[in-house]
């Protein structure tokens, strides 16, 4: 795992800048760093190096094909490389690294290479004969990739903080994103919150003609090209198959030279992957988890009974309010833009506690989306009942008067159509604005989400809903989040839960195998985890990764919402309305706790705002 980033400038590349834009991304590649620079043909391309297959200097970056033609810098990990030497029969390789292997097949195939690809991956590779820069990223979008382009330039880069310090000029904040941000909590793909600077598009490769100007964007993979086309009826096949991959999956995620473990939250998701992985490997496989003091946020005993019956060399942190307390002035430029997850700490914190013994590790994200595990998909199947829907709005107003619980529930109930409930479900589950509150918060309301709930019209509203986060949540906010907290601490994540030939198999699995009566949701996963872990650590309801943040924002964080949503900031900053901002936090102070996200993601914004307010401003987006 790496940091790459990267540049074409017309007018000429200032290498020492981008060295030390580069070399801002030290906490991704503090092993190596490599610089490749062009001054005839104006080509930057920089990487920072965290070794992990083949420690040796030879697997260095940037890495120049065998016959010189090629330079290439990479991000990331392929798993399927070595099965993928056998398209190049008799080639001499001079490295056991997949970096030559991906770059070695471009030579030989060019960008249809891309989509052999299995793993996590952003790259890009300049050709000095035909003076072209590619860049690629993965088909799920698990590893970042930024890009700013104008008709002289364009620089990519692993994170925004690179971008930022590799341009001349200060990049305006794109208010076309608070919206989303506010709604989602997260800015989607391909927006960022500065103008100028764009998400390269997972499942995309785009090559720059460097001589006339010309780039263009080409997509090499669809979720929808394998979402129930063809479904697997018979459950026995389905379960065998289902395991088969598991496992292949997990074999190849666990290949590596230096020391591997993998996250135990004590769930159904990195119970799998944990219990996989002792099985494979014949050696204890260390694994890791924090304890909240808190125990409605503690599910550490639920993780030591998996690792217990696994005989796994489990490591415990302990976690106290203070040591989450203490990442808190880190928060902001870990995650480069307005970013409101809150696990973002407890993840933090577990990558800490992990890198202290190993460089890489297996998490179990991807198992929620692609097995039904969210209790929200519950929601997309009652908003498309045709009685809810003739009795919605009377819901949804009456619900004003109701507990707190069913004043939520009408949250939810009072969606603007039909088109756009896949983000309104989301957004009133994770308790950020809704649409309407959108025109009532905004300075100035200009919402348009139409283009994120573009779903297939194949499958029930649940399976849709889940299609959805497959697309946007996963992708731009837990990968993220994990992405992030890992590489901040130089940690290796992998998602082997999202390896491609498991992720076309169960787009491909049918409703009623992935929800069944005694079982839940995630059938056919918690039929193969049970073979492993007794059934009754897992009968409890399901949680989340979470910190106690309701409280906090009425206690130790409090000073940072009187410092940061103050009417001086919220005016400066003139994102949104302020006596709209008053009115929820009155209502949240005075015992109405489920606005307690709506507080958290106004806050985010308004603190991101006052550490980087020098950004000009601009009403457009760069996409």
């Given at each position: 795992?790496?940091?790459?980033?990267?540049?074409?400038?017309?007018?000429?590349?200032?290498?020492?800048?981008?060295?030390?834009?580069?070399?801002?991304?030290?906490?991704?590649?503090?092993?190596?760093?490599?610089?490749?620079?062009?001054?005839?043909?104006?080509?930057?391309?920089?990487?920072?190096?965290?070794?992990?297959?083949?420690?040796?200097?030879?697997?260095?970056?940037?890495?120049?094909?065998?016959?010189?033609?090629?330079?290439?810098?990479?991000?990331?990990?392929?798993?399927?490389f070595d099965a993928l030497r056998a398209k190049l029969p008799g080639h001499q390789w001079q490295t056991h690294s997949d970096t030559e292997v991906i770059l070695e097949l471009f030579v030989k195939y060019g960008s249809e290479s891309f989509a052999w690809l299995n793993g996590i991956f952003a790259l890009a590779i300049y050709d000095t004969v035909t003076e072209e820069l590619w860049l690629c990223r993965d088909q799920l979008g698990i590893k970042p990739l930024f890009v700013s382009r104008t008709n002289d330039q364009l620089?990519?880069?692993?994170?925004?903080?690179?971008?930022?310090?590799?341009?001349?000029?200060?990049?305006?904040?794109?208010?076309?994103?608070?919206?989303?941000?506010?709604?989602?909590?997260?800015?989607?793909?391909?927006?960022?919150i500065y103008h100028g600077i764009e998400k390269f598009p997972a499942g995309h490769f785009g090559v720059l003609n460097t001589k006339n100007g010309n780039w263009k964007t080409h997509r090499?993979?669809?979720?929808?090209?394998?979402?129930?086309?063809?479904?697997?009826?018979?459950?026995a096949a389905a379960l065998k198959q289902y395991k088969e991959k598991l496992y292949a999956a997990i074999d190849r995620q666990m290949i590596s030279d230096v020391p591997l473990g993998t996250f135990l939250s004590g769930g159904i998701d990195s119970s799998l992957v944990s219990a996989v992985a002792s099985k494979i490997n014949t050696q204890k496989v260390?694994?890791?988890?924090?304890?909240?003091?808190?125990?409605?946020?503690?599910?550490?005993?639920?993780?030591?009974?998996?690792?217990?019956?696994l005989q796994t060399d489990h490591h415990l942190f302990r976690v106290k309010q203070d040591d989450v307390l203490a990442l808190v002035p880190d928060f902001i430029s870990v995650y480069d833009e307005p970013f409101a997850d809150s696990s973002a700490f407890p993840t933090m914190l577990v990558s800490r506690l992990a890198r202290q013994h190993v460089t890489v590790t297996l998490s179990g994200d991807g198992g929620d989306e692609l097995f039904?595990?969210?209790?929200?998909?519950?929601?997309?199947?009652?908003?498309?009942?045709?009685?809810?829907?003739?009795?919605?709005?009377?819901?949804?107003?009456?619900?004003?008067?109701?507990?707190?619980?069913?004043?939520?529930?009408?949250?939810?109930?009072?969606?603007?159509?039909?088109?756009?409930?896949?983000?309104?479900?989301?957004?009133?589950?994770?308790?950020?604005?809704?649409?309407?509150?959108?025109?009532?918060?905004?300075?100035?309301?200009?919402?348009?989400?139409?283009?994120?709930?573009?779903?297939?019209?194949?499958g029930s509203p649940q399976e849709k809903q889940a299609f959805w986060d497959l697309e946007h949540y996963l992708k731009d906010d837990l990968l993220v989040k994990v992405d992030r907290a890992s590489m901040r601490y130089s940690l290796e994540t992998r998602v082997p839960l999202l390896d491609m030939e498991l992720v076309e198999f169960a787009l491909n699995v049918p409703y009623d195998l992935k929800i069944r009566e005694g079982y839940g949701t995630k059938y056919l996963m918690k039929k193969t985890l049970y073979e492993m872990v007794p059934r009754t650590i897992f009968e409890r309801p399901k949680?989340?990764?979470?910190i106690p943040l309701n409280k906090w924002l009425n206690n130790e964080l409090k000073h940072l919402v009187t410092e940061y949503l103050s009417e001086r900031n919220v005016q400066e900053a003139g994102f949104v309305k302020y006596d709209y901002v008053r009115s929820i936090l009155h209502g949240y102070q005075n015992g109405k706790t489920y606005l307690y996200n709506r507080v958290w993601v106004l806050l985010v914004l308004h603190w991101w705002y006052a550490l980087n307010k020098k950004a000009s401003f601009s009403h457009t987006s760069s996409f």
């Open positions: 795992m790496c940091g790459i980033a990267g540049a074409y400038i017309k007018n000429g590349v200032q290498s020492v800048r981008l060295k030390q834009a580069t070399d801002a991304m030290f906490h991704r590649g503090p092993d190596a760093g490599g610089y490749y620079t062009n001054t005839t043909e104006n080509i930057f391309l920089g990487h920072r190096r965290l070794s992990i297959i083949d420690l040796s200097t030879g697997a260095n970056q940037p890495m120049q094909s065998a016959n010189g033609r090629f330079v290439m810098v990479y991000n990331g990990e392929v798993y399927n620089i990519f880069a692993s994170e925004l903080k690179t971008i930022l310090l590799s341009q001349k000029e200060t990049s305006p904040i794109n208010k076309a994103a608070i919206p989303y941000f506010l709604h989602l909590g997260y800015i989607p793909e391909p927006l960022t090499y993979w669809n979720a929808e090209n394998y979402y129930l086309q063809h479904p697997v009826a018979d459950e260390k694994t890791f988890n924090i304890g909240f003091e808190e125990a409605a946020f503690d599910e550490s005993t639920y993780a030591a009974q998996v690792a217990a019956h039904q595990g969210y209790g929200m998909y519950a929601w997309a199947k009652r908003l498309h009942d045709p009685k809810v829907r003739a009795l919605r709005k009377p819901l949804s107003w009456a619900s004003q008067f109701m507990n707190e619980r069913l004043q939520r529930a009408g949250k939810v109930f009072g969606y603007p159509d039909t088109q756009r409930i896949p983000s309104h479900i989301f957004s009133q589950e994770q308790y950020f604005f809704s649409e309407q509150e959108l025109n009532k918060l905004l300075t100035n309301p200009a919402i348009d989400f139409h283009s994120l709930n573009q779903l297939p019209d194949k949680r989340g990764f979470a």
